[in-house]
């Protein structure tokens, strides 16, 4: 069955449930909807924020052992490269999957959005120290030399010229890791991770509800939308090059 035929039967579904249980009026959505959203809601943003402090963490770990790097270490370097190369290329769905034990350790289950919290921020924290290390690899190496001639500590150099330097970028890459993470939070609900997902598919795929599956695809671009603006706006403020 395509997907036109999905709709065209789950419209036709809907209709048969006559008016007054269709889009708004629709027990699932008057129940369920804003719950599913604060789900999605909390998944994104505690993952996001335990993914942005790791991440950074890490994407600055990376560039300071690196070749050019305040504490150049080359086997270090290496061993971090591989395992945010490893992170990466990890597939959520399967990542979610295998690390379930670990997740009941950390939350004690392996249901609900607290829990999809574990498998989401496991899986950004890579992807994000990649952007992180290059948006601060590109920082201009003349400041680097100047604070260094200033008398600047590596600490110094590495907060206050490097990460100060890169700043509306790390902004922007932390605006695409939330938007990444949306999505991943979707998925998150086909495996029992509640939100926006889990309404989709339980509800708007699987019994074929249109008016359910419409309206969590609107929440979400909504939510992707003034992530991506309030991302921009807040790059641009801290951008005073």
Request: aromatic letters at 6%; hydrophobic letters at 50%; glycine letters at 10%.
């Amino acid at each position: 069955m395509n997907a036109v035929t999905t709709l065209l039967l789950g419209a036709s579904r809907a209709a048969a449930r006559g008016d007054e249980d269709t889009w708004f009026n629709n027990p699932v959505i008057e129940r369920k909807l804003g719950v599913a959203t604060l789900q999605t809601l909390e998944m994104t943003f505690v993952s996001g924020a335990l993914t942005i402090l790791f991440g950074l963490l890490l994407g600055l770990a990376l560039v300071t052992t690196g070749k050019r790097g305040q504490h150049s270490n080359r086997v270090l370097h290496e061993v971090l490269s591989q395992v945010v190369n490893i992170g990466r290329s990890m597939p959520f769905i399967i990542l979610m999957v295998a690390i379930v034990p670990f997740t009941r350790l950390i939350v004690g289950t392996s249901l609900g959005w607290q829990a999809a919290c574990v498998p989401l921020t496991i899986g950004a924290i890579p992807f994000y120290a990649r952007l992180v290390e290059s948006a601060v690899g590109g920082v201009d190496h003349g400041k680097v030399e100047a604070a260094l001639m200033m008398g600047a500590s590596r600490l110094q150099i590495t907060w206050g010229v490097l990460v100060r330097e890169a700043l509306p970028t790390l902004i922007q890459a932390a605006t695409v890791t939330l938007i990444t993470l949306l999505g991943y939070s979707a998925m998150a609900g086909a495996v029992g991770g509640g939100g926006l997902g889990d309404l989709a598919i339980q509800y708007g795929y699987q019994r074929y509800e249109t008016d359910v599956m419409v309206i969590t695809v609107v929440l979400i671009l909504l939510i992707v939308a003034i992530i991506q603006v309030v991302g921009d706006m807040l790059s641009r403020l801290v951008d005073h090059r």
